[in-house]
């Protein structure tokens, strides 16, 4: 059974930062390049950040310079660290695995940005 849960969600005051984490189970991680969306309240689910099997990492111009995403394969785990976080952050934050015609993912993970 494939399974993908996230974690460290939360509510962070402007500026703040949070680290979200997705273990991954059931999957041959490695091969996989691994994303994370978000969904925010009355909008269209985004691709945030990718990181492929070679470590290459691409963003949406909205994050760059701000969030950065890392994978651990023996750990089976991607990251992505935000820093700087303004309230148009907040959203539901989606990890995803896809590799070809197979496309996983988690239950996701609520952030907030508020003072």
């Known amino acids: 059974q494939v399974r993908l849960v996230e974690s460290g969600g939360d509510l962070v005051q402007p500026g703040g930062s949070l680290r979200l984490s997705c273990v991954a189970s059931?999957?041959?991680?490695?091969?996989?390049?691994m994303n994370w969306y978000r969904r925010a309240p009355g909008k269209q689910r985004e691709l945030v950040a990718t990181?492929?099997?070679?470590?290459?990492?691409n963003y949406v111009d909205s994050v760059k310079g701000r969030f950065t995403i890392s994978r651990d394969n023996a750990k089976r785990t991607v990251y992505l660290q935000m820093n700087s976080l303004k309230p148009e952050d907040t959203a539901v934050y989606y990890c995803?695995?896809?590799?070809?015609?197979?496309?996983?993912w988690g239950q996701g993970t609520q952030v907030t940005v508020s003072s």
């Open positions: 059931g999957i041959n991680f490695k091969i996989f390049t």
């Open positions: 990181i492929t099997t070679d470590d290459n990492t």
């Open positions: 995803n695995a896809d590799f070809t015609s197979l496309k996983y």
